[in-house]
């Protein structure tokens, strides 16, 4: 693993976490490099996950397939320098229904499970590590839930370019509207309004 990939990526847990020099040593060694090529899973539907993986390059997204009309419905965009995992399935070590995919050949650094919880016996920086994580999913499940009940698709298209200001030039149309619970010529309709404004 390459230094600066190491630097990035304990320059985001200070950020995240506070995770100090002392919490950096114990854990370093544990942090390893995986690659993924556009299209692989970093997850499947009913696995168990057993990995935390922060992105360096790429974009994924989180999805489950409707088992009765084999619909896929988009959940997230996660983009790079944010941490990615199923939490329930890495928390239970139960299977999780949804999927994981790289939309973009992709770069990660990965942490086990069975690391993780040694850290955290080990040390509170990597106890609020776990927290913070656990907290951080815990908002995006609740603020996703309440622009589904909340927002027009129109505001949560906007509220979209906010947050992934480059998302039209990564993701297909198909994939938006299904974050969007939309269908493509409503995309279509609420992008000629926005233009025109």
């Given at each position: 693993m390459t230094s600066s990939k190491q630097a990035t990526l304990y320059h985001h847990l200070q950020q995240f976490a506070g995770i100090s020099e002392a919490d950096w040593q114990l854990a370093r060694d544990f942090w390893h490099i995986r690659t993924m090529a556009r299209h692989d899973y970093f997850s499947f539907q009913n696995s168990v996950c057993r990995q935390v993986?922060?992105?360096?390059?790429?974009?994924?997204?989180?999805?489950?397939?409707?088992?009765?009309?084999?619909?896929?419905?988009?959940?997230?965009?996660?983009?790079e320098h944010a941490f990615l995992t199923s939490l329930k399935g890495l928390l239970t070590q139960t299977t999780c229904p949804y999927l994981i995919e790289a939309l973009e050949d992709a770069e990660l650094m990965v942490i086990d499970r069975d690391h993780l919880q040694h850290l955290y016996a080990q040390s509170h920086g990597w106890e609020r590590f776990g927290r913070l994580l656990a907290e951080q999913y815990f908002l995006f499940n609740q603020m996703r839930s309440e622009s589904l009940l909340t927002q027009s698709a129109e505001e949560r298209y906007m509220a979209l370019l906010d947050n992934f200001p480059d998302i039209l030039n990564r993701v297909s149309l198909g994939h938006i509207s299904s974050y969007l619970g939309i269908k493509g010529p409503s995309l279509s309709r609420i992008r000629a309004q926005v233009a025109r404004r």
């Open positions: 993986g922060f992105i360096l390059k790429g974009l994924f997204r989180v999805y489950y397939v409707d088992p009765k009309t084999e619909q896929e419905h988009n959940l997230y965009f996660i983009p």
